[in-house]
């Protein structure tokens, strides 16, 4: 069309945004890295996160399923416990605290 414009964004579809808690100090070097390597701070960021998501991610050890619960939410919605600490744990325990009775 004559007379007509097109505008390119980077952006386009939009990207989620996403909000990382990351010390002053190494978003700061980070940032300067970036900008010495013609990258922005995002660039570098999906560079390693599609790197870091691309290693196979190993089946639990048998101790560790021992710790994985399927558990119900209130209204039926399902959720994946993961127990973190040591010693004996009650799974019956867990559902009835999250049940709410």
Same mark, same amino acid.
């Given at each position: 069309?004559? @007379?007509?414009? %097109?505008? #390119?964004?980077?952006? $386009?579809? $939009?990207?989620?945004?996403?909000?990382?808690?990351?010390?002053?100090?190494?978003?700061?070097?980070?940032?300067?890295? &970036?900008?010495?390597? @013609? $990258?922005?701070?995002?660039?570098?960021?999906?560079?390693?996160?599609?790197?870091? &998501?691309? %290693?196979?991610?190993?089946?639990?050890?048998?101790?560790?399923?021992?710790?994985?619960? %399927?558990? #119900?939410?209130?209204? @039926?919605?399902?959720?994946?416990?993961?127990?973190?600490?040591? @010693?004996?744990?009650? #799974?019956?325990?867990?559902?009835?605290?999250?049940?709410?009775?």
């Amino acid at each position: 069309m004559t @007379g007509m414009m %097109e505008v #390119v964004s980077p952006n $386009k579809p $939009k990207t989620p945004v996403s909000n990382f808690r990351i010390p002053v100090a190494v978003k700061a070097r980070a940032q300067e890295r &970036a900008r010495r390597d @013609g $990258k922005s701070l995002t660039d570098v960021v999906v560079e390693m996160l599609t790197e870091y &998501a691309s %290693e196979p991610i190993a089946a639990p050890t048998a101790a560790e399923r021992e710790r994985i619960h %399927e558990l #119900v939410l209130p209204g @039926g919605v399902p959720v994946t416990c993961y127990c973190t600490i040591g @010693g004996d744990h009650n #799974v019956a325990a867990m559902q009835k605290a999250l049940s709410g009775d």
